[in-house]
């Protein structure tokens, strides 16, 4: 008994070892400017910009492969910090800010057809084959890929009614001179 245990000790403190010597010997650096643009980026991978998530598309924003106004939900403020950070030129003629949406099932019109269930990335549709749906709200990132696909039109996307805890105070549009 004592001599499995002494070597079960051995074995997993040796293998813990030659782990830390490969983590530090093997480490892959990434790219900084990615990462400060990941952390520019709002992190819902809701895939509307056409990559599966922030990451990628933090990489290829870096790599100079996609445009900075790619971000929907990031809208021209989002656009605005990351051609400062690239120091690259933005044209804002095509960005459109819009408030923030989640989605609302009408559970009246719904068919359990399972289709916006497939499709939201953040699980935040709750429901089976043949059965009505809901949405949880705090888990919704207001993507609308489920109210493309909705074949009833039992989906609305409503705005975002402020909270205790969501609201903020308003900055002035015009500073006092």
Same mark, same amino acid.
């Given at each position: *008994?004592?001599?499995?245990?002494?070597?079960?000790?051995?074995?997993?403190?040796?293998?813990?070892?030659?782990?830390?010597?490969?983590?530090?010997?093997? $480490?892959?650096?990434?790219?900084?400017?990615?990462?400060?643009?990941?952390?520019?980026?709002?992190?819902?991978?809701?895939?509307?910009?056409?990559?599966?998530?922030?990451?990628?598309?933090?990489?290829?924003?870096?790599?100079?492969?996609?445009?900075?106004?790619?971000?929907?939900?990031?809208?021209?403020?989002?656009?605005?910090?990351?051609?400062?950070?690239?120091?690259?030129?933005?044209?804002?003629?095509?960005?459109?800010? $819009?408030?923030?949406?989640?989605?609302?099932?009408?559970?009246?019109?719904?068919?359990?057809?399972? $289709?916006?269930?497939?499709?939201?990335?953040?699980?935040?549709?709750?429901?089976?084959?043949? *059965?009505?749906?809901?949405?949880?709200?705090?888990?919704?990132?207001?993507?609308?890929?489920?109210?493309?696909?909705?074949?009833?039109?039992?989906?609305? *996307?409503?705005?975002?009614?402020?909270?205790?805890?969501?609201?903020?105070?308003?900055?002035?549009?015009?500073?006092?001179?």
């Amino acid at each position: *008994m004592i001599a499995a245990i002494f070597s079960l000790t051995t074995l997993g403190l040796t293998l813990g070892w030659l782990l830390g010597v490969a983590a530090r010997y093997l $480490k892959v650096e990434g790219n900084p400017l990615a990462e400060q643009v990941t952390e520019l980026l709002p992190g819902s991978q809701c895939g509307q910009c056409g990559y599966p998530g922030c990451a990628p598309a933090a990489e290829a924003i870096a790599s100079r492969a996609a445009s900075v106004t790619i971000c929907p939900p990031g809208g021209r403020a989002l656009a605005e910090q990351l051609a400062g950070l690239l120091g690259v030129p933005v044209d804002l003629s095509g960005v459109v800010d $819009k408030a923030p949406v989640i989605a609302h099932i009408h559970e009246n019109l719904c068919v359990g057809c399972t $289709k916006c269930f497939k499709r939201c990335p953040t699980d935040a549709i709750m429901g089976a084959n043949n *059965m009505i749906h809901s949405v949880f709200a705090d888990a919704c990132t207001g993507c609308e890929l489920c109210f493309e696909v909705c074949p009833t039109e039992c989906i609305e *996307m409503r705005t975002v009614t402020p909270t205790l805890q969501t609201w903020y105070w308003p900055e002035p549009s015009v500073l006092p001179a």
